[in-house]
């Protein structure tokens, strides 16, 4: 993937991860990734479509993942889709929480680890209550 590639991906997103929505300027120290959404060991491409930014906590904890687990109804479903999925139909954020209001959007808070403890504490500094 070239540096074009990269570069435009990053301005799609507007320089935001696209599972959590943390800007890379909040975590300066590390580069946020370009993500594989469909990994490449399942056949997922390098197609722009297929290609999202991603903070090095939700691409840690999504690796090649496709499916999690909703604890509400105990079904596999498939992960937040940031090329093909409304982000505002699947979460909301109240406070510092990422709330998943879909199977889909509870199946990836979780598998992504978005409420983590060190993720809420991070958060929590960020809004300078830490």
Sequence with gaps: M?????????????????YCGMRQSDEAWSRFHVEHIVARQHKGGDSMDN??????HC???KG???????????????????RQDVWDEHFSAVGLEI???TPMGRA????LAMNSSK???FRRSLRGDG
């Design 2 to 18: 070239n540096a074009e590639i990269r570069r435009l991906i990053r301005q799609r997103a507007g320089d935001c991860c696209e």
């Design 51 to 56: 290609l999202c930014l991603c903070c090095q």
């Design 59 to 61: 691409n840690l904890h």
């Design 64 to 82: 090649p993942n496709l499916s999690g687990i909703d604890l509400v109804t105990g079904v596999l479903t498939r992960l937040f889709h940031p």
């Design 99 to 101: 709330i998943g209001c």
């Design 108 to 111: 990836t808070v979780e598998v």
């Design 119 to 121: 993720r809420m504490d």
